[in-house]
């Protein structure tokens, strides 16, 4: 493979798109907790931090500092966060919530924003080391 077109991370993609899977599961097994199992009133910082990570991995994995990479990488955290939110409606003490669902969608959309400006940042240090 050539890392020059795959971007900045291609040979590492690979291991992001099993990052994706293995948070996935994470999220999954958050989800399945019973209501009383979850500690204190964090549903929304969890709900932030769970996503925030996950749209950054999806961005990783799809290695390409884009909008169509971002617009994807959101669209697949987002709609797993539906899935996120009707596995809910089968856990005890569980709900679904749209609320829950916004968070989601909207700190996918930061992390992964962030993970883009990571991209950008390491295409131009790469640059400026083998210039």
């Not at 971007?7 to 293995?22: E, F, K």
């Not at 019973?34 to 290695?63: E, K, M, Q």
Request: charged residues 15%.
């Amino acid at each position: 493979m050539n890392t020059r077109t795959a971007g900045p991370l291609g040979r590492y993609r690979h291991v992001a798109r099993l990052a994706v899977i293995i948070w996935a599961l994470v999220i999954f097994g958050f989800s399945s907790l019973h209501g009383s199992d979850i500690p204190g009133n964090y549903s929304v910082l969890g709900h932030f931090i769970l996503y925030f990570i996950l749209g950054g991995l999806l961005l990783l994995a799809l290695g390409r500092p884009s909008r169509a990479a971002l617009a994807a990488a959101v669209m697949l955290a987002s709609a797993y966060g539906i899935t996120d939110e009707f596995h809910q409606s089968f856990v005890p003490g569980r709900c679904p919530d749209p609320a829950d669902w916004a968070v989601d969608t909207g700190s996918a959309i930061i992390g992964a924003a962030v993970a883009v400006l990571l991209l950008l940042f390491i295409r131009e240090h790469n640059r400026r080391v083998s210039a």
